[in-house]
């Protein structure tokens, strides 16, 4: 049986596969589990703007409760805010209503533990355990030993005060257009820009249910580059579903990716000698051209896995405080515990501010090899890692590229997709190679 807990907690299409009833069983088995050291464990729970969100907040509250637990709700807010918020206030846990970038019909539902980081895989296996149980034999406690609801919304202000804290000195002088994609970041992210004095322009902060990541925010920037160049401004900044990702748009409607948001921040603190053993950390999916522009300037790169928790996990090893990836899920470890979109928007405004340069020139800095991502849409993820005629593409791409280009395949954690990506010198090359690869990998797993 397939582990419930994905790669960013449980996905699924809500009401389907992400029923009420399980969520009503998730917050029970919580409760149950972080019980086991407080009468009643508390929990900050923060979601979206999904329509869904309100059905799974409400089912996930009630389980909490009916095991004996507090459920604090935030309302819609950034993930970041809700780990920054459950360390902060010393709850047991945060959990977050959200499928990111996914489309509105899904939702998903992530738990942070009371130090603000993602569960460990030991726990979500303890809590599916409990989840799955027939029958369900964790307490229900009765008249006082009923759980309660408080609502406290007024909190995302707070992260956005913590927030602040990032960067130095005021944006005053910046004109910044910001997509909220109709998400998580739809208050929070124009707020937090305001107080520092920058002229804002927003766009897509109108959520209302079912326009969140439609055509807008970090998977489609083409109204940001657009709003950009019509209000000539001097960058432009764009956030995912739940707002713990961050990409931007230079003045000239040019997009600015992970890796390059990444490596503009990291050579800042090269400048300020402010970057532990002059390395960023980066997934094997970054640019061969983030590599060559570190070494450049005396900087090294630790590569990682793909997934933000193998990025924290080096981070947290050796001691570092930059990383993330090139999908601009970006951590700043001295101030956060997860990736957090506006901490990233704030730290490279303020490079910029600082820099007396613009965008385009900054994001020059590094030198993008071509690379080519396709997503293949499988009817099963399982066994391809295992499959004669898939591995036989996938070497005869390896074999024309040799030292010149890599090729990473991979299943993605939260969808049916499998995902292949190649990078290399010429262009066409790469685009002949990944399209045989996904002709073969269509035919085998669908």
């Not at 910029?352 to 020059?364: N, P, R």
């Not at 593409?393 to 590229?401: K, R, S, V």
Request: proline fraction near 4%; aromatic fraction near 6%.
């Amino acid at each position: 049986m397939a582990r419930l807990f994905g790669t960013d907690g449980v996905r699924g299409l809500a009401n389907a596969e992400l029923t009420p009833d399980l969520a009503f069983k998730m917050g029970r088995a919580a409760t149950c589990y972080f019980g086991k050291e407080h009468q009643c464990p508390v929990f900050y729970i923060g979601r979206d703007t999904r329509i869904s969100g309100h059905m799974l907040e409400a089912a996930l509250a009630a389980g909490i409760c009916s095991a004996g637990g507090e459920a604090v709700l935030l309302g819609v807010i950034p993930t970041p805010a809700v780990a920054y918020l459950t360390k902060q206030h010393g709850a047991q846990a945060g959990v977050v209503i959200s499928a990111s970038h996914n489309p509105y019909p899904d939702n998903g539902i992530k738990f942070f533990a009371g130090t603000g980081y993602k569960l460990p895989d030991a726990v979500e296996d303890e809590l599916e355990k409990l989840i799955k149980a027939e029958p369900d034999t964790m307490p229900r406690p009765t008249a006082g030993g009923v759980g309660f609801i408080t609502y406290k919304h007024n909190l995302y202000q707070e992260y956005v005060d913590y927030a602040l804290k990032a960067v130095d000195g005021s944006l005053s002088g910046l004109k910044i257009v910001i997509d909220c994609a109709n998400g998580a970041s739809y208050e929070a992210a124009p707020a937090a820009f305001r107080k520092l004095g920058a002229e804002v322009i927003v766009i897509n902060d109108k959520p209302d249910g079912s326009n969140i990541n439609a055509g807008c925010g970090s998977t489609h920037l083409e109204q940001l580059q657009a709003a950009v160049v019509q209000n000539k401004a001097d960058i432009g900044l764009a956030h995912d579903g739940d707002a713990d990702r961050c990409l931007a748009v230079d003045e000239t409607g040019e997009a600015v990716d992970g890796d390059q948001i990444m490596l503009i921040c990291a050579l800042e603190m090269l400048r300020q000698n402010t970057l532990p053993d002059k390395t960023l950390v980066a997934t094997v999916m970054s640019n061969l051209g983030l590599h060559q522009a570190m070494k450049n300037a005396g900087g090294k790169v630790l590569v990682t896995p793909v997934g933000d928790r193998y990025v924290l996990e080096a981070m947290l090893k050796h001691k570092l405080v930059l990383g993330g990836e090139q999908s601009g899920h970006i951590i700043f470890s001295q101030y956060s515990t997860t990736g957090d979109g506006l901490i990233t928007s704030l730290k490279l405004a303020a490079a910029l501010k600082q820099s007396g340069k613009k965008m385009s020139q900054l994001a020059q800095v590094m030198t993008r090899f071509p690379q080519l991502l396709e997503n293949i849409r499988v009817t099963s993820k399982q066994g391809w890692e295992n499959n004669a005629k898939i591995a036989a593409a996938i070497q005869a791409g390896e074999q024309e590229l040799g030292d010149n280009g890599r090729i990473l395949v991979r299943p993605s954690g939260t969808e049916p997709l499998i995902r292949v990506m190649a990078e290399g010198p010429v262009l066409p090359d790469l685009e002949r190679i990944v399209t045989t690869i996904a002709a073969v990998i269509k035919q085998e797993q669908s």
